[in-house]
T-cell receptor, first 111, second 114 residues
Framework: GQQVMQIPQYQHVQEGEDFTTYCNSS?????IQWYKQRPGGHPVFLIQ?????EVKKQKRLTFQFGEAKKNSSLHITATQTTDVGTYFC???????????FGTGTRLKVLA | DARVTQTPRHKVTEMGQEVTMRCQPI?????VFWYRQTMMQGLELLAY????????DSGMPKDRFSAEMPDATLATLKIQPSEPRDSAVYFC????????????FGQGTRLTVV
């Protein structure tokens, strides 16, 4: 079945450093979403990417969808303590409403 | 402020007991998802409904789990009988599915089976 892997599993950074998480799907995706889950909280939608090679920015966050629509990345510039949490990608294949979540990357930011 | 409401927030039960978790999706949303989150398995999709009809429950252990939507304002997930390996956080999420829309997650039900 479809699998979505993320690397790294954990990342500790000093405040102000950059952070990147990578998401890889075993199958071609129709679209991909990114969510953030704070410790003890629930996943909260960040963004959606649909087009091959698409790049979207939200303030310090940059999201990219690969040309082959099988991978994606999230880059955070100059991390802040408020960026702490687990970042998940969730991929959907065409013909289904089903989103498969990636394994997640847990980010810890040291002040 | 529209939100997905899940009850109970916490549940501790003994092995073998029936557990029912409830979810009230956001009014107007036509798609409901049930996810289970554990440290080992991450976020697993158990089942989802569109317009109250089950579209996929392949992620759910069929012998003990069941999911239903008795009406548009209520989704339920039942485990009977419960086992210690069912201990997890269960999330309900809803969305209005036309094409490519986001899912809104509830706060989750933390289930502990002892």
């Amino acid at each position: 079945g479809q699998q979505v892997m993320q690397i790294p599993q954990y990342q500790h950074v000093q405040e102000g450093e950059d952070f990147t998480t990578y998401c890889n799907s075993s199958t071609t995706l129709s679209n991909i979403q990114w969510y953030k889950q704070r410790p003890g909280g629930h996943p909260v939608f960040l963004i959606q990417l649909v087009k091959s090679g698409e790049v979207k920015k939200q303030k310090r966050l940059t999201f990219q969808f690969g040309e082959a629509k099988k991978n994606s990345s999230l880059h955070i510039t100059a991390t802040q303590t408020t960026d702490v949490g687990t970042y998940f990608c969730a991929g959907r294949t065409s013909g289904t409403y089903k989103y498969i979540f990636g394994t997640g990357t847990r980010l810890k930011v040291l002040a | 402020d529209a939100r997905v409401t899940q009850t109970p927030r916490h549940k501790v039960t003994e092995m073998g007991q029936e557990v029912t978790m409830r979810c009230q999706p956001i009014l107007g949303h036509n798609t409901v998802f049930w996810y289970r989150q554990t440290m080992m398995q991450g976020l697993e999709l158990l089942a989802y409904f569109r317009n109250r009809a089950p579209l996929d429950d392949s992620g759910m252990p069929k012998d003990r789990f069941s999911a239903e939507m008795p009406d548009a304002t209520l989704a339920t997930l039942k485990i009977q009988p419960s086992e210690p390996r069912d201990s997890a956080v269960y999330f309900c999420a809803s969305g209005f599915w036309t094409v490519n829309t986001e899912a809104f997650f509830g706060q989750g039900t933390r289930l502990t089976v002892v």
